[in-house]
Nanobody
Framework: VQLQASGGGLVQPGGSLRLSCAAS????????VGWFRQAPGKECEGVSC????????YYTDSVKGRFTMSRDSAKNTMYLQMNSLKPEDTAVYYC???????????????WGQGTQVTVSS
């Protein structure tokens, strides 16, 4: 099982980025998966996660209406579209596969390597 995150970078406030997470060794469609982030000095935070059972998607309050999580079955890749970025979105972003659905990091047992997102003018 491997998860490879990419797409981070430096963007100005109000800009957009799309993160990708390519999965191998398993089919994304059959697992609950999520995106997390960790800023310096802060705990790892669940940003978004999706249930393989019914497709329900969770977003943490601070990103609702700005971030959208999606999956491409053919490419076995998940995405996090991030719009209207703010400086407080600056963090290392991780994709992960869950043991059980939920936004807490302890629910996840496979993690990608992380990609840095920096929002700054």
């Amino acid at each position: 099982v491997q998860l490879q995150a990419s797409g981070g970078g430096l963007v100005q406030p109000g800009g957009s980025l799309r993160l990708s997470c390519a999965a191998s060794g398993f089919a994304l469609d059959y697992y609950d998966v999520g995106w997390f982030r960790q800023a310096p000095g802060k705990e790892c935070e669940g940003v978004s996660c999706v249930s393989s059972n019914n497709g329900s998607t969770y977003y943490t309050d601070s990103v609702k209406g700005r971030f959208t999580m999606s999956r491409d079955s053919a490419k076995n890749t998940m995405y996090l579209q991030m719009n209207s970025l703010k400086p407080e979105d600056t963090a290392v972003y991780y994709c992960a596969r869950a043991l059980r659905y939920g936004e807490h990091p302890s629910n996840y047992n496979y993690w990608g390597q992380g990609t840095q997102v920096t929002v700054s003018s």
